[in-house]
Nanobody
């Protein structure tokens, strides 16, 4: 069982930045960690959960159109984290952000979510 713990959410003014981090809380070996597809999703009130950014095990990155050019997904292989740097934040970025891991067996694991609020 893979457990994911997100951190870094909070309240920020429009135009500001936040960095979210998702730690894989399990003593996994590096090769296993590198085999994961990892992503960030978000869910705003009364809306469906949507993909924000994905980082495939091979290194390919994909971003939602709404965040492309403003957000950057990365992974820290030493710390066993997947991070989301969010710049030029807008009120419409307000949501609960979740990280997800997809392992090589096709199993999905989700974090508990972290709230991001963009407001003046």
């Amino acid at each position: 069982q893979v457990q994911l713990v997100e951190s870094g959410g909070g309240l920020v003014q429009p135009g500001g930045s936040l960095r979210l981090s998702c730690k894989v809380s399990r003593n996994i070996i590096l090769s296993t960690f590198l085999s994961y597809d990892m992503g960030w999703y978000r869910q705003a009130p009364e809306k469906q959960r949507e993909l924000v950014a994905n980082l495939a095990s091979g290194g390919t990155r994909n971003y939602a159109d709404a965040v492309n050019g403003r957000f950057t997904i990365s992974r820290d292989n030493v710390k066993r984290t997947v991070d989301l740097q969010m710049n030029s934040l807008k009120p419409e970025d307000t949501a609960v952000y979740y990280c997800k891991v997809l392992d090589r067996s096709g199993r999905e694991f989700w974090g508990q979510g972290t709230q991001v609020t963009v407001s003046s």
